[in-house]
């Protein structure tokens, strides 16, 4: 069973850059898909970004396309979120997930079977 730990988050203006990190205990690490989701008060979870195990696919949400990149490091078990261009709207906490019993990046909760404690991102205006 992979654990997650997040890392990264804080406390930044709009218009500034975040990188979040994702360390995963498992040594194959490169079988999982990795996905990041995020939850703002009163909100439910919803994706944010996810990279298929060979990094040849990533899909991205419509609200932060453009501005978000997703990564990964499978040699070092890693996987990150780097993020431009934040707005107020991306405040929330911010989970890493994984899964290795899908074939293709999923966009559901349900998709993931393994999640991180999460990170506070916090973008002021």
């Known amino acids: 069973q992979v654990q997650l730990v997040e890392s990264g988050g804080g406390r930044v203006k709009a218009g500034g850059s975040l990188r979040l990190s994702c360390a995963a205990s498992?040594?194959?690490?490169?079988?999982?898909?990795m996905g990041w989701f995020r939850q703002a008060p009163g909100k439910e979870r919803e994706f944010v970004a996810g990279?298929?195990?060979?990094?040849?696919?990533?899909v991205y949400a419509d609200s932060v396309k453009g501005r978000f990149t997703m990564s990964r490091a499978n040699a070092m078990s890693m996987a990150y979120l780097q993020m431009n261009s934040l707005k107020p709207e991306d405040t929330a906490i911010y989970y890493c997930?994984?899964?290795?019993?899908?074939?293709?990046?999923?966009?559901?909760?349900?998709?993931?079977?393994?999640w991180g404690q999460g990170t506070p991102v916090t973008v002021s205006s």
């Open positions: 990279k298929s195990w060979s990094g040849s696919n990533t």
């Open positions: 997930a994984a899964t290795k019993t899908r074939l293709r990046v999923g966009q559901r909760q349900e998709d993931y079977d393994y």
């Open positions: 498992e040594r194959t690490f490169g079988s999982y898909i």
